[in-house]
């Protein structure tokens, strides 16, 4: 049984930072890519960022280019999502993704097909 979780969000001022974690298991974590999606109320989910099996490949939207980093880790199954210099416009339900294929451009939810509940992140300003 496939299960993805993560854990992490909560309650920043704008300018904080907080580290979101993914696990996951029940399918072969190398030979999958990583990826953080968001979802605001009333907007679409929107990539955030990936990474690829081995974690050498990343991608950020433009949006949190310098400001957050995705690392992973293959022995312990475990994706991270670094976010620094938090934005009131950050603040959205957090959701870890696996998907077969790592994209280096735009990121489409259609090629993730293991999915976790979501974490909330909400940024005060």
């Known amino acids: 049984q496939v299960q993805v979780v993560e854990s992490g969000g909560g309650l920043v001022q704008a300018g904080g930072s907080l580290r979101l974690s993914c696990t996951a298991s029940?399918?072969?974590?190398?030979?999958?890519?990583i990826a953080w999606f968001r979802q605001a109320p009333g907007q679409e989910r929107e990539g955030v960022s990936c990474?690829?099996?081995?974690?050498?490949?990343?991608y950020y939207a433009d949006s949190v280019k310098g400001r957050f980093t995705i690392s992973r880790d293959n022995v312990k199954k475990i994706v991270s999502l670094q976010m620094n210099s938090l934005k009131s416009e950050d603040t959205a339900m957090y959701y870890c993704?696996?998907?077969?294929?790592?994209?280096?451009?735009?990121?489409?939810?259609?090629?993730?097909?293991?999915w976790g509940q979501g974490t909330q992140v909400t940024v005060s300003s």
């Open positions: 029940g399918f072969i974590f190398d030979d999958y890519a």
């Open positions: 990474a690829s099996w081995n974690g050498r490949d990343t």
């Open positions: 993704a696996a998907g077969p294929v790592f994209s280096s451009s735009e990121m489409y939810a259609r090629d993730y097909p293991y």
